[in-house]
């Protein structure tokens, strides 16, 4: 296992520590238990807007911690669900008293963990909604979860719902916000290589040296197939399809696109795989509005990609527009 | 090989189209000579910076095209030098009527041909300073280079030449703080795996599974030392103190630092290295008073990281502080 970490054991903390000395005035770090939150929070009328799920995937969710996108987030052991009592710590220190927005994964072990901080923080006089996304198209169950898995979406839902919490809106406002990006927003990954767990210490799965695999989850679980070596444009024109079809997507839709990488994958061949993506979109009518290419939600040291796509009208591009202030994503300030 | 590209030979210019057709509004993509210029230019008035060098360390240069940074970027082949009629026609285009500086990589290619360009330039009546860059303290002469090697601090030269030019500073001031920048800046790499170039199909280098090169260069040029695996606070040590102690940094100095991924190497790695040389800063009575972590200078797929310290007074942070909007890099604005 070739990574640059001291003992498997330590990644997570001192990964943590790295932001915490990185990033002290936008965030904080609080440990045991763990979660990352706005350093200027808890924001005293607006609503929280937290979310958590395993390490692993950085910047996902600890680096959308800021102004305009989340107000905490709960990092889990790698690949491994955070526990309720960092989300019920988390719920309760981001309270300004207008309520808290839990935005969660579709994997069973967030839901269900963050199903008992929510009981448990409503016990305790604290208003919460919980938004489950499953935008992933590749397979209907999976390894870790029942129904849809939840991918990229999640990303563009921190920051529009997090802009819509910023400018004011109410608790059901902003949790029915993020439910409209979920459900206008569609999402594959695909895979050149495994990621390996650092606790594990080997790859989580073989792959052949001529072989990928399409509809991986971000955590590598099997996808929709396993094929061989096939060109950018090819791999595009499979994922795009399989998203731009099941919404459906349609001439004349404006979109938030977002190719992202799984961490392993240079920018080099990000936006060759976004010209790809532009190529397919432009031929269907479909515009661009606004995009990100990076590495957004990333499995660890795993090679390829992933694509999402969120259908937008005039107020999800407006505040997507909003500005922002996070270690990962920053505009407008 | 396994990358998200079509036919090897088109890798730069598919990946140039991308940036195009994702940042239009930032960036204009010049094909044949290839070069990205700053879509709202040339700024009259202003002196216009330009660098450039081989593909495959993206984001650099290019997605640093924009207000308070680069002005035009001439990628070349990856790995490859761009030709003279590039950075010409660059210099060109950009050229508002005060002059334009060249920040160059010390890589012996780039050199030459940056100065075939500014003579050329200079004929036809532009007024040209180049600045070359040697702040890698890894190795003295390598592969493609005579003395150091010009790698992360030209990172730090860009942005901050940018906004010494966006400020009006006259061209003779613009070159004089980006030699500053140089003078005061120092790095070191280390690759965990060797990168593939597209065209080669192959790694550039042998490595064992147990084996890192501590001073590798961006291209995977051979660096000081080729050791067993080790720990990131023992890489980190070693990185750290062949950076400090060679300009050297003292007690009491401020720096702005970089932790560089190498384009294989997620962000949780790379926000504890981070942590590893915040402890060894700390430790120093070094204060790091600014910081960019994650892929700003990369070598393709290799895993790995570089480490950058600049020494930094309160002009130095100003300018670092003022606005810049890119693609890559965005505050302020």
Chains 1, 2 share one sequence.
């Not at 208003?127 to 390894?143: F, I, P």
């Not at 790859?203 to 929709?224: A, L, V």
């Not at 595009?236 to 961490?263: C, F, H, R, T, W």
């Not at 990100?292 to 694509?307: H, K, Q």
Request: aromatic fraction near 4%.
């Amino acid at each position: 296992m070739k990574k640059l970490i001291n003992k498997p054991e330590d990644v997570v903390k001192e990964s943590l520590a790295g932001v915490a000395a990185a990033h002290g005035d936008l965030v904080k770090v609080h440990y045991d238990p763990d979660y990352i939150v706005r350093a200027d929070g808890p924001v005293q009328g607006k609503v929280g807007v937290i979310s958590g799920g395993g390490s692993g995937h950085e910047p996902m969710h600890g680096g959308f911690v800021g102004m305009g996108m989340l107000d905490a987030a709960c990092p889990g052991d790698v690949f491994t669900s955070p526990t309720p009592d960092q989300m019920e710590a988390a719920t309760k220190a981001v309270d300004g008293g207008a309520g808290v927005l839990h935005i969660v994964k579709n994997y069973t072990g967030d839901v269900m963990n963050f199903e008992m901080a929510a009981e448990i923080a409503q016990v305790g006089g604290i208003e919460v909604e919980a938004v489950v996304t499953n935008d992933d198209v590749a397979v209907q169950d999976s390894l870790y979860t029942a129904g849809r898995r939840g991918v990229g979406i999640t990303v563009l839902a921190e920051k529009i719902s997090g802009a819509a919490a910023e400018r004011g809106d109410n608790l059901k406002a902003v949790a029915d916000m993020c439910r409209k990006v979920n459900a206008n927003g569609r999402s594959m990954g695909m895979a050149l290589t495994s990621c390996t767990v650092p606790a594990a210490g080997k790859p989580t799965f073989e792959i052949g040296d001529d072989e990928m695999e399409i509809g991986i989850g971000i955590h590598g679980e099997p996808g929709r197939e396993r094929m061989s070596l096939k060109s950018a444009r090819e791999v595009v024109d499979m994922m795009a399809e399989a998203i731009i079809s099941d919404l459906p997507y349609k001439s004349g839709d404006q979109v938030i696109a977002m190719v992202n990488g799984m961490g392993g994958t240079p920018l080099i061949e990000l936006y060759l795989v976004y010209n790809e993506l532009n190529r397919v979109c432009s031929g269907k009518g479909i515009t661009i509005a606004r995009r990100l290419v990076g590495n957004l939600i990333t499995s660890l040291d795993m090679a390829g990609c992933s694509i999402t796509l969120l259908k937008a009208d005039a107020e999800l591009l407006q505040l997507w527009d909003a500005p922002v202030h996070t270690p990962a994503l920053r505009w407008g300030v």
